[in-house]
């Protein structure tokens, strides 16, 4: 089973930009499909951007479409998450999760189907 840790959320104000990584551990990246989800106080968890294994096809919700951009650099057994534009309603913990598969080209945005997640990042924009 693959291990996951996200970093870099904090505090920013509304505009701003911030990057967070998820660095994968434990097992080959190269066979996980990545998907960054996230959840706000109260609410539910929900998904964000998702990315296949190859890399070449992404995902992403409505909300954080033009805004954000899901990447990943197998060699570093890390997955990123570019975030322009950020507006309050943003602010929530994000997690990343793994899925393995065997189709390089699938991207998945169900949260039942993912196999592995972090512990979560916590992202705060102000107004």
């Known amino acids: 089973q693959v291990q996951l840790v996200e970093s870099g959320g904090g505090l920013v104000q509304a505009g701003g930009s911030l990057r967070l990584s998820c660095a994968a551990s434990?097992?080959?990246?190269?066979?996980?499909?990545m998907a960054w989800f996230r959840q706000a106080p109260g609410k539910e968890r929900v998904f964000v951007a998702a990315?296949?294994?190859?890399?070449?096809?992404?995902l992403y919700a409505d909300s954080v479409k033009g805004r954000f951009t899901i990447s990943r650099a197998s060699a570093k057994n890390t997955m990123y998450l570019q975030m322009n534009s950020l507006k309050p309603e943003d602010t929530a913990v994000y997690y990343c999760?793994?899925?393995?598969?065997?189709?390089?080209?699938?991207?998945?945005?169900?949260?039942?189907?993912?196999?592995?997640w972090g512990k979560g990042t916590l992202v705060t924009v102000s107004s």
């Open positions: 990315i296949s294994w190859g890399g070449g096809d992404t």
């Open positions: 999760a793994a899925k393995q598969t065997s189709y390089s080209g699938r991207v998945y945005r169900d949260s039942n189907r993912f196999d592995a």
């Open positions: 434990g097992r080959t990246f190269d066979n996980y499909a």
